[in-house]
């Protein structure tokens, strides 16, 4: 799970109780699901959050909810911002794939190196989360007074332009670089650059905002040198571009509330698309109505009505009591515009039940009667391996991913041919490791492997597993033919086929099935001692002696009597 | 009297005057020892001989310290190496002298551990000194090698070496020491008396035989006694898994608290796994590098359009009033592609949309304890399969406090208590709990699931209208938990040691 290092010392400024404990401040963390997961080498807290609360991704954030659990701060609270001066323009020549942009004016920030620190870090983290790594979002932010706007609007309001352009259509200095590049440079060469170079490599124009003087930031992928944030800035151009226009407001208005916390005075922005304007940040709240009985059904106690508004108050909500139209009780909450959880009446029930501490609920066994049952498929299976286990073999649970070599190659089969065991194989797609690139035909290689590993361990080794396999089947929906093979393998000094057969015999006798054993020739087997296995008539695995060049790929100096069979034959 | 022919053997080699071992008895009457030492103890309870008992302490080199006895201690070679090389004058190299002396392997380590402590001289930043005054012909260890070289199980009193050098010949694994049991028999005055009066020898026998028992002859024999005492040969017989023995005891569990199993595909659509979970498609756990999506094939063919079109609607724009939904883009394409199910929630949303079974009325109450995949990085406690234990329970109205009780009835059959509900997210239940237990033997507080009560925007498009609570976990963990078992890798795979699951302890 994601993590986020807050200062302490920060925290306890932010909330206003410069008293409280180390011990006190990660009980009360936890109490916000926040997890204590140890310090970093600045000695901040390193904590460990769900990835719902994104206005926590801050120390202002996490100060802004404690002082809501402290009771310092109720109900629903939105900056005022001051009306806009800048303008951001939206050209027709914005690539389709990225058409989004919001903004907001930052003014009269006191960035000490904390409160930089703290801004550079939400920003990452609401890149790693929201923004889906900048893919979805990514945020810009400048120092307003290095961009000269353009007075292209009558009143001679600045603005800046947001444009597509020519891979190598411009140049600017990257952040990090002292030289000039093109945007297609910048993905080439500059280390940045390359990490999100995917992003946009796809697109004809690439995404790119102007002021003034010429191209200052190469969204999602790099800011301009010359408009860089440091600790002597003190008025913020925020800009945010992305694939959707709810996530970045969304973003945006996170960003505003921790900079709003540390003083700073937050001006909307105009936004001009080709056809419609807006005016951001959007600090709107939203309200959902939720209803008494099922905040009552859901924590499984009666509260007083009173008790949740009081709830609502300390969660950061505003609740107002009402009636339904069918004269229900239920209540209009208001959410505040930092919130980006809020997807359902249910999430503020969660709330809710947060505020009054899950922990104080009493369980209760529900009071409902059902009959259990196994799945006749596990019931088959269980019967069978008791079966299996009575007749003395090693029962063994092996992995259901393989590679080629060694479901194939090293039994000397190949996939598609009808040897049994031998289907063709369902594929992983990019494999992360060249050993489990598929799922295993049959179990027999699983055993051979086994045995292999153990053949410092005494023998006779009689191994069994009744386990999953898959090949391709048309005939399946997906596309996969799944089923449970029964595969046992007997190695000792004196094994050979009668050893096999015996066993196999007793199990076809206890399920009631008749066996034959008909002669085959299957290449992992010496040949004139193989045999299909028949049950019922049914033509369902193989049985026979390991063939001497299997026993040596596997390093076995002993013989090796095997069968495998379709679970489902015994049913 | 008539007695067995052992006792009597042994009566009439013992003697009243001077106590006999037991081992001089058994070379006398030409028994084993362990017969000789039965027939003592039955003698003993009949009082026709008096036992005593001393314990001998002996001694007797170990290969290694066989090896040293010829070849001469390492650290020996080594100065002997050092001062041919001229190391008694000045520093040498010691990769010349190790070259000389013909030490190997571990060898060399062990020459160079006891080189200073015996005073041969020096090593320092890669030269080897040599004292010109050490004695090695004086080396009390050596000496000692030689002393007990052709002895086996010398008495540590007749052996002429000093307690200190045994304790270290002990030390570097040179030695071992033993002690053994001596029991000494005298013949009590009873038995003397039955000896003058003459004994009389009864028939014993092995074996119980079909001709001693349809004859009646068993009536007029005595059997001969058995060491019971003594370790039979080990049988390997065989044994469920110890995975799946857990496995069953949950199924067991769980089936006693009313819930019946759901079985389905292990490689499914992205839909089934996923969407029908109100995972936003892009969500990070649907990205590449968490799952294992397949090659071959890429896609279902076929699924429940109205269910897509439900589903599609939900992710969009939620259900029901001041429902809002996902602000993420939703392909059918996306879903349908095919890949190895990272959780067995898969199973609860086929059974829950009524496609596997039928429409499920509540009350009811489902699990399934089969496998899942997930693309991590394996080490000790992650596995790149393993078994989730997957239960819901549906019913009109449930509440967090019958989730909670639930799982307080649930963990409490395997000796886990104390159970804490941590809130958490999860995107496709609110609200969501992780669950802490208290370790039955390290008293720790580990986490040991996940539930929570799923939402209404993936109840909805599934067709349940009712409350639906659910919960997960890894049986490998409850298996660590229960068993103490360290690495999950020895329970589960290939990498399986036969030693390792044979002597695994059962679990009921």
């Not at chain 1, 023998?459 to 929906?477: C, K, M, T, V």
């Not at chain 2, 008539?2 to 008895?25: C, G, K, N, W, Y």
Request: net charge negative; hydrophobic share 35%; proline share 5%.
């Amino acid at each position: 799970m994601p993590t986020v290092d807050i200062d302490p010392d920060e925290l306890r400024e932010l909330t206003g109780h410069e008293e409280t404990s180390d011990d006190d401040l990660k009980a009360d963390l936890f109490g916000l699901g926040l997890e204590f997961e140890g310090r970093t080498e600045d000695g901040e807290f390193e904590l460990e959050f769900a990835p719902d609360r994104l206005d926590r991704l801050s120390v202002e954030g996490v100060a802004r909810s404690m002082r809501y659990q402290y009771g310092d701060a109720r109900g629903v609270h939105v900056p005022s911002p001051n009306s806009a001066e800048w303008t951001i323009e939206v050209d027709e020549s914005v690539p389709d794939e990225r058409p989004y942009v919001t903004g907001a004016v930052i003014r009269d920030v006191n960035l000490d190196e904390d409160a930089l620190d703290s801004l550079i870090q939400l920003q990452e983290k609401l890149h790693a989360t929201m923004g889906r790594k900048r893919a979805k979002g990514a945020i810009g932010i400048h120092d307003l007074t290095m961009l000269k706007g353009r007075s292209a609007t009558d009143d001679g309001a600045p603005s800046i332009e947001y444009v597509g352009v020519d891979p190598d259509g411009d140049h600017f200095v990257p952040l990090d670089s002292d030289e000039e590049m093109t945007p297609a440079e910048v993905l080439e060469n500059h280390q940045t650059g390359q990490t999100y170079a995917d992003l946009v490599s796809g697109y004809d124009r690439y995404p790119a905002i102007y002021d003034d003087l010429g191209l200052f930031s190469f969204p999602p992928v790099i800011n301009g040198r010359r408009t860089e944030v440091s600790t002597d800035s003190r008025d913020l151009f925020v800009e945010m571009t992305g694939t959707d226009q709810w996530t970045i407001d969304k973003m945006l208005n996170i960003v505003c509330y921790a900079l709003s916390a540390r003083g700073a005075t937050i001006e909307d922005v105009t936004i001009e698309y080709q056809d419609h304007e807006i005016v951001r940040p959007d600090l709107s709240t939203k309200t959902k109505t939720v209803s008494h009985a099922r905040i009552e059904t859901i924590l499984g106690i009666d509260l007083d009505p009173d008790e949740v508004l009081d709830l609502a108050e300390r969660s950061g909500l505003e609740a107002e009591k009402t009636e339904s139209e069918d004269g229900d009780l239920v209540y209009e909450v208001t959410i505040p515009p930092y919130r980006v959880d809020v997807l359902h009446p249910l999430d503020i029930i969660d709330d809710l039940g947060r505020a009054y501490g899950f922990n104080e609920l009493e369980p209760t066994y529900p009071d409902v009667g059902t009959v259990g049952g196994r799945h006749e498929r596990s019931r088959l299976e269980r019967a069978v391996r008791t079966q299996l286990v009575g007749l003395g073999f090693e029962d063994l649970l092996n992995f259901h991913m393989i590679n080629e070599a060694e479901n194939y190659d090293r039994l000397d089969v190949a996939p598609g041919t009808d040897a049994y065991g031998a289907g063709e194989p369902v594929t992983i797609k990019e494999p992360y490791s060249e050993d489990y690139t598929m799922l295993r035909t049959w179990v027999m290689p699983s055993l051979m492997t086994v045995l292999e590993r153990n053949t410092h361990r005494s023998y006779p080794q009689h191994l069994s597993e009744i386990g999953f396999r898959a090949a391709l089947d048309d005939s399946e929906n997906t596309g996969v033919g799944e089923s449970r093979h029964v595969g046992a393998v007997l190695a000792s000094h004196d094994a050979g086929y009668e050893d096999a057969k015996a066993r196999l015999q007793a199990l076809a006798r206890n399920f009631d099935v008749d066996l034959e054993t008909p002669p085959t020739d299957h290449p992992a087997f010496i040949s004139g001692r193989t045999a299909a296995v028949v049950l019922d008539g049914e033509d369902v695995g193989v049985i026979g002696e390991v063939h001497p060049t299997v026993l040596i790929e596997y390093d076995l100096e002993v013989p090796v009597a095997a069968f495998e069979f379709d679970l489902a034959a015994l049913q | 009297m008539q007695l067995p022919a052992q006792q009597v053997a042994v009566l009439e080699a013992a003697s009243a005057d001077d106590a006999t071992s037991v081992d001089a008895l058994a070379a006398a009457t030409d028994l084993p020892p362990e017969t000789v030492t039965g027939a003592v103890f039955e003698l003993e309870a009949e009082e026709l001989v008096a036992v005593t008992e001393r314990v001998d302490e002996t001694v007797s080199l170990t290969d290694e310290g066989q090896e040293y006895v010829t070849d001469g201690l390492p650290e020996v070679r080594l100065y002997e190496a050092a001062l041919e090389a001229g190391a008694g004058d000045e520093p040498v190299q010691m990769g010349r002298v190790i070259g000389a002396s013909g030490l190997e392997g571990p060898q060399v380590d062990i020459a160079l551990s006891n080189y200073a402590r015996k005073g041969y001289g020096s090593i320092d930043s890669g030269e080897i000194t040599a004292d010109p005054d050490a004695e090695p012909d004086a080396d009390a260890e050596a000496n000692a090698l030689a002393e007990l070289a052709d002895a086996d199980d010398t008495p540590v009193e007749d052996a002429d070496v000093d307690a200190e050098t045994l304790e270290e010949l002990e030390r570097r694994g040179l030695l071992d020491r033993s002690e053994s049991t001596v029991r000494e028999v005298t013949l009590t005055d009873a038995a003397v008396t039955e000896l003058m009066a003459g004994l009389e020898t009864a028939e014993t026998v092995g074996q119980v035989t079909p001709e001693l028992l349809t004859s009646g002859e068993w009536e007029d024999v005595e059997f001969a006694e058995y060491n019971v005492e003594a370790d039979a040969e080990t049988v390997e017989g065989g044994k469920v898994h110890i995975l799946r023995q857990m496995s069953e005891r949950v199924k067991d569990v769980l089936v006693g608290m009313g819930f019946q199993e759901m079985d389905g595909p292990h490689a499914d659509a992205d839909f089934w796994i996923n969407d029908c979970l109100f995972m936003p498609q892009d969500h990070p756990a649907r990205t590449h590098w968490d799952r294992f999506a397949l090659e071959q094939p890429s896609h279902i063919d076929e699924l429940p359009e109205d269910l897509v079109e439900r589903v599609e609607r939900a992710h969009r724009e939620g259900v029901g009033e001041d429902s809002e939904g996902y602000h993420s883009p939703w392909d059918e394409d996306f879903a349908r592609a095919l890949a190895l199910r990272g959780h067995t929630t898969s199973l609860s949303t086929r059974y829950l949309s009524g496609t596997e079974i039928g429409e499920i009325e509540p009350p009811a109450r489902f699990f399934s304890v089969e496998k899942a995949y997930r693309n991590d990085t394996l080490d000790a406690t992650h596995l790149l399969e393993f078994y989730q234990i997957e239960g819901w329970v549906m019913a009109e109205d449930l509440s967090v406090r019958d989730l909670m009780g639930t799982f307080e009835e649930f963990y409490a059959q395997f000796g886990i208590t104390d159970i804490q509900f941590k809130p958490h997210y999860n995107p496709y239940t609110e609200p969501s709990f992780e669950l802490f237990g208290t370790h039955p033997t390290t008293g720790e507080l580990i986490e040991i699931g996940n539930s929570g009560i799923f939402r209404q925007e993936m109840l909805e498009p599934l067709g349940v209208d009712c409350d639906v609570m659910a919960w997960g976990l890894a049986l490998e963990r409850l298996a660590m938990l229960t068993t103490g078992a360290e690495d999950i890798r020895d329970l589960h795979g290939t990498l399986a040691d036969l030693e390792f699951l044979r002597n695994a302890e059962v679990t009921y």
